[in-house]
């Protein structure tokens, strides 16, 4: 009579002195479920049956993401063995100084091995219709493969993506092909990255930013796992004795020294803060908790919509530390900035207005200030000197044009008031909803005043800048008379509280870009100079240094506060 599986597979130690590493034997696939699985099987399924020498046995518990994917069972050979490395089975989970030893070999085996196999999922009838595309080629989809050289001739080669760009951001495919091969174009733009005498855009947070959309069970190997892909010295060690809190944390605040500026905070691609105890991946993001308000929650998937300031189109706060930044033992984060006030009035969106193209000039008079609703009163000024109107639909488009964006030139700025203007003039007629939905054709029985507030409604449609802020980002007036445009609650994670009246807005010095963050309170009492960081900001007028002017001027005053 055979013995029973027994419930643990024990692992052998690795000889970490000399780089060694474990590699796991898949069995053939016929083979191994007639003579062994069929009688023996009856775990969960979850773990991954071991064959030390027949008739024992041993079992892993393996990742979800291993398991579910259903890699292993595709990647079989019907007639011989497999010789493959997967961190999943050939690092032992449960000794954390091995983790940490054996993922810094990562980049090393990849680097040395054979051949690649990337597992993009099972076939579907998307898939299908996209392998067809390119059943002339042979990567494992389902039961279709092609190989890498041939695929890869067909991806975007014209550019590198940086942190802030997706993988197809320079080319344009078919809608099948995109879900299908958006990790192959990731992983082709972290080859291409090291084909080049200098490889550009692979410092840390490039590589951490181009593979965001992966899955990790374990929320350190979202950092640790990609390490040795970054050719900058960013000064990581792995160590799974860290909490998640630390390690995030760490990666964080190091960036941030060594950029010496807020970007990893004003400019990151992953939403602040801890996660609320479900993700919008269905991940449970309770991992996470105690994760400071100002540190990158590099578990989530999901991009954080952000006030895009790369390329010198903003300059707030200065573009380097004027004083050297401070962690304090408990983590929180010793700033600098000027505050600019607080928000008084804050036009979010109601359920009524929705967003029809080019109905859009529902919304930018639903945000009309109130002075500025009777254009008959005499033309008032912005505390910058400006006319109010136009500081108004500059702030609405956050002063820039797309794609790819930029700056409004004196030309845009010359073109877009006159379609503003034009707009401003006939926004009192009331259009049908369902115009813009159903006709292209002004109809007969409208007054020539009907058809100009028309065509104006459609002016506004055409101004992507316009479009882009719409759904993401909401109007608001602060009490020293600035506009400005946060986050509005739709584009907020639910576990976080939306931007309201009250909150602050900073410009943070070595910030692009000003942030919303509100103070902390312990009970009913403020906690003396504590925020949290719920968002950044466009501020019309503070996008391009004058906080620091006024701030020499003593028009304003610069602060030290701690970001929890």
């Not at 000889?15 to 069995?27: K, P, Q, S, T, W």
Request: with cysteine; hydrophobic share 40%.
């Amino acid at each position: 009579m055979v013995s029973p599986p027994s419930p643990a597979y024990l692992y052998r130690p690795v000889d970490a002195g000399h780089g060694g590493f474990r590699v796991a034997i898949l069995e053939p696939s016929i083979e191994f479920l007639r003579r062994y699985v069929a009688a023996y099987l009856r775990l969960p399924s979850s773990l991954i049956l071991i064959m030390r020498q027949f008739p024992m046995f041993g079992a892993i518990p393996t990742s979800r993401h291993l398991w579910r994917s259903k890699a292993l069972r595709h990647i079989r050979f019907p007639d011989k063995k497999r010789y493959i490395w997967a961190d999943a089975l050939c690092i032992d989970q449960t000794n954390l100084e091995e983790r940490g030893q054996q993922v810094q070999q990562m980049k090393e085996i990849y680097s040395h091995c054979t051949r690649d196999l990337i597992w993009l999922g099972e076939s579907n009838e998307r898939t299908e219709r996209g392998i067809q595309v390119l059943m002339h080629a042979q990567i494992v989809i389902g039961k279709h493969t092609m190989e890498w050289s041939v695929l890869s001739a067909i991806l975007d080669h014209s550019g590198i993506p940086d942190r802030f760009h997706g993988p197809f951001g320079h080319g344009t495919f078919e809608q099948d092909i995109w879900d299908i091969f958006t990790s192959v174009q990731v992983i082709q733009h972290q080859r291409d990255s090291f084909t080049r005498v200098q490889p550009i855009n692979s410092t840390l947070l490039d590589v951490l930013s181009r593979f965001q959309q992966t899955y990790s069970t374990d929320p350190r190997d979202k950092i640790f796992g990609l390490l040795g892909l970054a050719t900058n010295e960013h000064g990581i060690v792995p160590s799974y004795f860290k909490s998640v809190r630390e390690v995030y944390t760490d990666v964080a605040y190091a960036q941030i020294q060594a950029e010496q500026n807020l970007d990893m905070i004003a400019q990151s691609m992953w939403p602040l803060g801890a996660g609320s105890d479900e993700s919008k991946d269905g991940l449970s993001a309770s991992v996470t908790a105690g994760l400071p308000s100002c540190v990158p929650n590099f578990w989530l998937t999901e991009r954080e919509t952000l006030l895009f300031a790369q390329r010198g189109i903003f300059a707030a706060g200065s573009s380097i530390f004027s004083e050297p930044v401070t962690v304090t033992p408990l983590g929180k984060l010793c700033i600098r900035g000027t505050f600019l006030g607080s928000i008084k009035v804050l036009r979010a969106l109601g359920s009524e207005i929705v967003p029809r193209n080019p109905g859009e000039s529902k919304w930018v008079k639903h945000w009309l200030p109130e002075s500025l609703k009777d254009d008959s009163v005499g033309q008032s000024m912005y505390p910058t000197g400006e006319d109010l109107f136009e500081a108004y639909w500059r702030t609405l488009l956050a002063d820039c044009r797309m794609y790819p964006a930029q700056r409004l030139s004196p030309q845009d700025i010359e073109e877009h008031s006159q379609i503003f203007g034009r707009w401003r003039q006939f926004s009192d007629v009331a259009l049908p909803d369902n115009l813009f939905q159903y006709t292209s054709q002004v109809p007969v029985t409208w007054s020539e005043r009907d058809e100009e507030a028309y065509k104006a409604a459609c002016e506004l449609g055409r101004i992507n800048s316009l479009n882009h802020k719409m759904g993401k980002w909401q109007f608001a007036e602060l009490d020293a008379g600035l506009y400005a445009m946060v986050p509005c609650p739709a584009s907020c994670r639910a576990d976080r509280t939306a931007v309201q009246v009250n909150d602050w807005i900073l410009v943070v010095d070595g910030g692009k870009v000003p942030l919303v963050i509100r103070q902390v309170k312990s009970g009913l009492e403020q906690v003396d100079e504590e925020w949290e960081v719920l968002g950044t900001a466009y501020v019309h007028g503070f996008m391009d240094g004058r906080a620091n002017e006024w701030v020499n001027e003593a028009r304003l005053e610069r602060s030290s506060i701690t970001l929890v």
